[in-house]
């Protein structure tokens, strides 16, 4: 089979199994696509890539602070949009309150429960 005819096949097969999983690919699907076709799982993402296909999760994630979309791997830990947005959410967190031994302004955090989900 001629190159351009494997990679031909490779996107039809990737744009099939996407439109019947609910536009996801499963996972591991480069993997065993890969294998299938004799190639590299990362020769299978190139090709997905040309046609405009990710496996990432297509789960969003939202800013603590403002709720805006942000964009990070399933993986990552970056939970606020801009670094502005980290300062005000620390900021709001902070409670005021008045020493009752020597009168000054102290802070203290707040307890937020957060739903990460």
Known sequence: MKQIQRNLLIQKTILVVKKYNNGELPHGFFK????IFGI????????AKKIKVSQRSSKKYFCRNCNKEILRKSSGRKIYCTYNCSKIWRQKQLQEYICKICGKNLYTKVMVAINND
């Open 40 to 47: 590299s799982r990362e020769r299978v993402r190139q090709i």
């Open 32 to 35: 065993d696509t890969a294998d």
